[in-house]
């Protein structure tokens, strides 16, 4: 018997690869309401953001996260993989400068969707969550010798001066706030039957209950990151979104976070995350094949 299978090149798996990062990053923005982020209907606590630009921000990115997702398909050894990745994502940064007019759009979503792509690549035959979040922790926590070891960055001062993690330890600890909480209240939601914009906002706010977003911290310090925590965490026990009383505490909720000028940025960047991983693991189609690795070896992409 003839198997009749379809032999996909590399370079175009990793064209998907960076199309489903950037389809991941472009629903983040359009899920409309967001509390305190920009969305559909408003630029929430940025003045120096719109929907657009974080569409053009996202688009513009494309060929830094292709670059990625080509780089984790060679078989590189792992520290020099994570210095060629730093490299494309330092470049990918002043890409989005250059397109943003200097404007932070996406520099954690740079940072967490970069290696998580490049994890994904790494691993086309076991693409499951804790097996992509596990290989992008373990590229994470490869000191990268190129980097500058003080950026100066908001994100970086709010660390020392509140003492928590940041962008940076969610990486190195694989995403927790992915995987433990995001997909699993985006499932739960989606199978209680919600629509899918109120799914994605469930697993927002779910991360927003828990994540030390230095966003939040450097715009508003410990009071605005508690305040905001308690008030997302209050709407998921109400129900979430789609109760009444849900309703009203998201609404509270977002009259909070706009008196305080605050922004959830790294809870939404997590939010973009969990729906690259969780598209990336429902065994789409065009994965279930065979593909030509970089030394012209037809493998096998199975579950
Ligand atoms: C490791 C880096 C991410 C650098 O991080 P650093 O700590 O130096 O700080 P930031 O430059 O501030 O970047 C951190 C960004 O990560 C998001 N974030 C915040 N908290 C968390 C968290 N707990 N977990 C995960 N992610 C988090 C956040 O990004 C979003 O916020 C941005 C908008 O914020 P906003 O306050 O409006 O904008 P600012 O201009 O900063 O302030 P204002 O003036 O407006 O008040 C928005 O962009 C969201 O994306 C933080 O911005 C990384 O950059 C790095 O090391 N890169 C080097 C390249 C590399 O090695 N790459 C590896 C492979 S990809
Ligand atoms: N929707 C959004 N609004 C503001 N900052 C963001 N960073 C990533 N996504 C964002």
């Known amino acids: 018997m003839v198997e009749i299978y379809q032999v996909i090149e590399s370079n175009a798996l990793a064209e998907k690869l960076a199309d489903m990062v950037i389809a991941a990053l472009i629903d983040e923005a359009t899920l409309t309401p967001k509390p305190g982020l920009v969305d559909m209907r408003s630029r929430g606590a940025h003045y120096d953001m719109s929907w657009s630009l974080m569409c053009d921000s996202a688009l513009a990115l494309r060929p830094t996260f292709y670059a990625m997702a080509d780089a984790g398909m060679q078989r590189y050894p792992q520290r020099q993989l994570r210095e060629i990745i730093g490299a494309l994502g330092r470049a990918g940064e002043v890409r989005m400068m250059e397109v943003s007019n200097g404007v932070n759009t996406h520099r954690g979503a740079i940072w967490a969707l970069g290696l998580l792509v490049t994890a994904a690549a790494q691993n086309l035959s076991a693409l499951s969550v804790n097996a992509i979040t596990e290989c992008a922790a373990r590229l994470a926590q490869i ?56 799914a994605q906002l469930n697993a927002l706010l779910s991360i927003m209950a828990v994540l030390d977003d230095t966003c939040i911290l450097s715009r508003g310090g410990t009071s605005a990151l508690t305040s905001v925590q308690i008030g997302a965490r209050k709407v998921l026990e109400l129900g979430g979104v789609t109760t009444a009383p849900g309703k009203a505490a998201l609404h509270n909720l977002e009259a909070d976070m706009l008196r305080r000028h605050v922004s959830p940025g790294g809870s939404a960047d997590m939010l973009a995350a969990a729906l690259f991983v969780d598209n990336l693991t429902k065994q789409p189609k065009w994965l279930s094949s065979k593909f030509v690795d970089s030394d012209n070896q037809i493998q096998t992409i199975g579950w």
């Open 143 to 198: 000191d990268d010798q190129f980097a500058p070891k003080f950026t100066g960055n908001k994100g970086e001062q709010a660390c020392f001066r509140y003492q928590v993690g940041g962008a940076r330890a969610q990486a190195q600890t694989g995403f927790p706030f992915v995987v433990d909480h995001a997909l699993p209240t985006l499932h739960r939601s989606r199978k209680q039957g919600d629509k899918e914009t109120c």
